[in-house]
């Protein structure tokens, strides 16, 4: 059984940086398709960034050029480094192992409990 298990959330001041992970077990992380999601109070839950198993990436137009993602196969780990960050980036972030990679789709995806971002003065 695949499990996702996110780190790095806290409080942060508006400007500030924080660097989640997102650390896989119980499946072949490399050949996995691999995203963040968040989701704020009372808004539905939206893709933040996304990286396929060849690394190639994608991003929402509100994080391009503050946010990257990337990813450690030999860690089976998965970051999201969070730069100038807003008060509008303050949500619930989500890590997520997609259906598709290496030009397969598999049955399942899976999803992490979650991390919280707060981003206030």
């Known amino acids: 059984q695949v499990q996702l298990v996110e780190s790095g959330g806290g409080l942060v001041q508006p400007g500030g940086s924080l660097r989640l992970s997102c650390a896989a077990s119980?499946?072949?992380?490399?050949?996995?398709?691999m995203g963040w999601y968040r989701q704020a109070p009372g808004k539905e839950r939206e893709l933040v960034a996304a990286i396929t198993s060849g690394g190639s990436t994608n991003y929402a137009d509100s994080v391009k050029g503050r946010f990257t993602i990337s990813r450690d196969n030999a860690k089976n780990t998965v970051y999201l480094q969070m730069n100038s960050l807003k008060p509008e980036d303050t949500a619930v972030y989500y890590c997520k192992m997609m259906r598709t990679g290496s030009g397969v789709t598999y049955v399942t995806d899976y999803w992490g409990k979650g991390t919280l971002v707060t981003v206030s003065s």
């Open positions: 119980g499946g072949i992380f490399s050949i996995r398709d």
